[in-house]
């Protein structure tokens, strides 16, 4: 007899003899038992899962002579039949080569005959999503109101490509990836089923590889078996899959340790000369890492390992590792990964990680330059101080206001200024924070678009304190619609921050209201006062929100931003 692969010998016959899919198997039974199968199923997932198997087996549970029952019993005519791919009322359809209206509409115009030996016709239409668009629709009239003695049953691993009222008319089930365990049970059978010996580590290694596929799995073994001869060892699988040995691995994550590059790259050079894939390379890594994680937690997990073995070596290895350090190669490994996927020269990519992890402390986290990390925190401050303000709908630190506080100068227009808010900073305002505020104006207003920075052409900050400052408007319109555009002054104040490394609040007021909160501030708290002319009052250096140099005040900020960039030598001012 012409000898069989493995995947076709040990096709499961029954429902009992499947692997996985629980809820499949118990939502069939059940339908069987209690007579209330319906006419179109949907099998959906990915391949080796047992789709077709499944349809099989429903087909003869449904056609068995012993009928109802939940297992078909593989002893009557109609189940061998079935079995063996012979029975005329069980037509199994591959779609991916018969693709043509032409064929459906054969299949269709047969559907109406009644069935020749058994209670019903079965048509499994295998890879269902291949059929073209003419197909689906000559398929879908006989798919709602088929005959009481047809049943479809749809497999397809891609379902998002079926047409929705293709979907809707079927009952679907999601075939899910088998669980490592359950391929190793089955493929011990197999080898106990021959009279084969096996290392546990070689069959984890065949089961990895198939990642989660049945059929793949014992495609493997089958190909292991014939090369291993009298034992199934686990170097044999590493060689047929192209896995990588746990002593390989055991060797790089030591080179990590001791942040020894050379031998990290060297032994990754040998992989890949080897034949090793660099994208396969990078998902073992992850499952070691993920296998070290695993010893961590405790002993009772090492059913779950998938590469390494529970051994003295690693359980010692992944004590020494701490875990912040494992997520950190876990995580770098990953966006490796995905960015490996459009590149040709994904070797150069697995280097530059493992060059990554070498420089990972062990304290987990990695070597960054002073600088470059003082940025990073003055960024992440910017971030908190941002959230505290949305969250606090206003400011960081919104201050309570006075309980004697004056009445709120209103604008024509009704807008109202936050004048106890504008009050706390000036308690606190100082020269050298409006200063700063002033140098970078012009570097924060550069990014915005020229109808909103249009809004600031006639605006001017007149008071700063460490973490809010006061701006001027002109015109009370201009005020009203950048106070009340909170994404605006949101992106100017960070547009500010990048430059100052500081998030400032900001506090819009229109001019007419500035001159009257200015002088009874003077006047509340005492300020000596001077006449300069008949310009506005001026106070004394003690000011803390008005500049002294009134030349300084009045100055264009862009003007200042010129001269702090070149100097005031270098710097000429041309009216127009």
């Known amino acids: 007899m012409t000898y069989q692969a493995f995947y076709r010998v040990y096709r499961p016959q029954s429902f009992r003899e499947m692997s996985g899919q629980t809820h499949v198997k118990r939502t069939l039974q059940n339908a069987l038992l209690a007579g209330k199968t319906t006419h179109a199923y949907l099998f959906s997932g990915p391949r080796g899962t047992g789709k077709t198997s499944t349809a099989k087996i429903f087909a003869k549970a449904l056609n068995c002579e012993h009928a109802p029952a939940s297992e078909p019993c593989n002893e009557c005519p109609t189940c061998k039949s079935i079995t063996e791919g012979s029975h005329t009322d069980v037509i199994e359809f591959d779609a991916a080569s ?19 030996s058994a209670r019903f016709k079965v048509y499994i239409i295998d890879e269902v999503h291949m059929l073209s668009t003419s197909a689906f629709n000559a398929l879908l009239k006989t798919l709602e109101e088929p005959p009481e003695h047809a049943v479809f049953i749809l497999a397809t691993t891609e379902p998002h490509k079926l047409p929705a009222t293709i979907i809707s008319r079927c009952q679907r089930f999601d075939f899910k990836r088998l669980s490592t365990q359950d391929i190793l049970e089955r493929m011990k059978v197999v080898l106990e089923d021959i009279n084969l010996q096996y290392e546990e580590q070689a069959l984890k290694v065949i089961a990895q590889s198939a990642a989660g596929g049945m059929r793949d799995a014992l495609s493997l073994l089958d190909q292991v078996v014939s090369f291993s001869g009298d034992m199934v060892r686990a170097e044999d699988a590493l060689l047929v899959t192209g896995s990588v040995s746990q002593d390989v691995f055991y060797d790089i994550s030591q080179g990590l340790l001791e942040k020894d590059v050379a031998k990290v790259l060297s032994l990754l050079e040998e992989l890949i000369a080897d034949g090793k894939e660099p994208l396969r ?74 060059l990554k992890m070498a420089q990972y402390s062990s304290a987990g986290t990695a070597s960054i330059d002073p600088a470059i990390q003082g940025k990073v925190g003055a960024l992440e401050n910017m971030v908190r101080q941002l959230t505290q303000q949305l969250q606090g709908g206003g400011g960081a630190a919104a201050a309570v206001q006075p309980k004697q506080e004056r009445t709120r100068p209103k604008a024509a227009n009704g807008f109202k200024a936050p004048i106890g808010r504008i009050q706390e900073v000036l308690k606190t305002a100082t020269k050298d924070d409006l200063q700063k505020i002033k140098a970078g104006w012009a570097q924060a207003l550069a990014p915005l678009q020229k109808s909103q920075a249009a809004l600031l052409n006639d605006a001017e900050p007149v008071a700063a304190s460490s973490n809010a400052f006061v701006v001027k408007f002109k015109y009370d319109i201009h005020c009203q619609m950048v106070a009340e555009n909170r994404e605006f002054t949101m992106v100017f104040t960070q547009n500010l921050a990048i430059g100052l490394g500081t998030t400032y609040e900001m506090l819009c007021i229109p001019e007419g209201q500035w001159l009257t909160l200015r002088e009874d501030f003077i006047r509340d708290n005492g300020l000596h006062q001077k006449k300069h002319g008949d310009a506005s009052i001026e106070m004394e250096e003690t000011e803390p929100f008005i500049e002294a140099d009134e030349h300084i005040a009045s100055q264009d900020p862009l003007v200042v931003e010129a001269e702090n960039l070149f100097g005031k030598d270098f710097v000429e001012v041309v009216e127009e």
Do not use: C
Request: glycine share 2%.
């Open 281 to 354: 390379l990078a998902e073992d890594l992850i499952t070691f890492f993920r296998d070290l994680l695993l010893l961590q937690t405790g002993e009772e997990l090492s059913d779950l390992l998938q590469i390494i073995a529970p051994e003295e070596q690693f359980i010692e290895l992944a004590q020494r590792y701490p875990a912040e350090t494992l997520y950190g190669f876990i995580d770098i490994l990953a966006k490796t990964q995905q960015e490996m996927r459009f590149s040709h020269h994904t070797k150069i990519y697995l280097e530059t990680a493992l």
């Open 98 to 116: 018969n693709s043509r209206v032409e064929e459906m509409r054969d299949i269709i115009e047969k559907v109406r005959f009644a069935p020749a």
